[in-house]
T-cell receptor
């Protein structure tokens, strides 16, 4: 299995631009999570989906952030417009609830820099 | 808000020594997990301990859990330079939505 695949790995953009981050979870996993990691705040859970349905988006910082999961193999996290304080590493993770382990499988992350 | 908090924030040891990291959490849990993150990489699951377990082993890893003190510890024995990474504890909601601490940055010098 290829694991969780995220793209792009690095993104540098200017303030005000739209940013779209992409994630392909592990096939067969029924949960998908988006996290943000910064030095100051650590790992923050932004939103998670179960069977493509958003369950809890209370961690999404502002209306500028939106996430979708149109099918079981693809999810996007969009920031529009982007701001310098959005600079962080964004991780996607997936899990298979029925495994009983609760283990999350993480992608390698998308490092976003907003100038 | 952070559920787990690791201690120390940073730890530097020599190869061959043992490394102990601690985690404290605030609310009752079903289980607690430990993850590792190499620099510039994603997190990797190391071990899970359930609330009715007190100790668990996996290779050179030993995890303990004290639910009365709401704390856990991760011990890495006979550390290697390759163990250099950040280590996070995480506790979860009913749907696997994990909340992570800020991590302990471990440096193992050869």
């Amino acid at each position: 299995d290829a694991g969780v695949i995220q793209s792009p790995r690095h993104e540098v953009t200017e303030m005000g631009q739209e940013v779209t981050l992409r994630c392909k979870p592990i096939s067969g996993h029924d949960y998908l999570f988006w996290y943000r990691q910064t030095m100051m705040r650590g790992l923050e859970l932004l939103i998670y989906f179960n069977n493509n349905v958003p369950i809890d988006d209370s961690g999404m910082p502002e209306d500028r952030f939106s996430a979708k999961m149109p099918n079981a193999s693809f999810s996007t996290l969009k920031i529009q417009p982007s701001e310098p304080r959005d600079s962080a590493v964004y991780f996607c993770a997936s899990s298979f609830r029925a495994s009983g382990t609760g283990e999350l499988f993480f992608g390698e992350g998308s490092r976003l820099t907003v100038l | 808000s952070q559920q787990g908090e690791e201690d120390p924030q940073a730890l530097s040891i020599q190869e061959g020594e043992n490394a102990t990291m601690n985690c404290s959490y605030k609310t009752s849990i079903n289980n607690l997990q430990w993850y590792r993150q190499n620099s510039g990489r994603g997190l990797v699951h190391l071990i899970l301990i359930r609330s009715n377990e007190r100790e668990k082993h996996s290779g050179r890893l030993r995890v303990t859990l004290d639910t009365s003190k709401k704390s856990s510890s991760l011990l890495i024995t006979a550390s290697r330079a390759a163990d250099t990474a950040s280590y996070f504890c995480a506790t979860g909601g009913s749907q696997g939505n994990l909340i992570f601490g800020k991590g302990t940055k471990l440096s193992v010098k050869p």
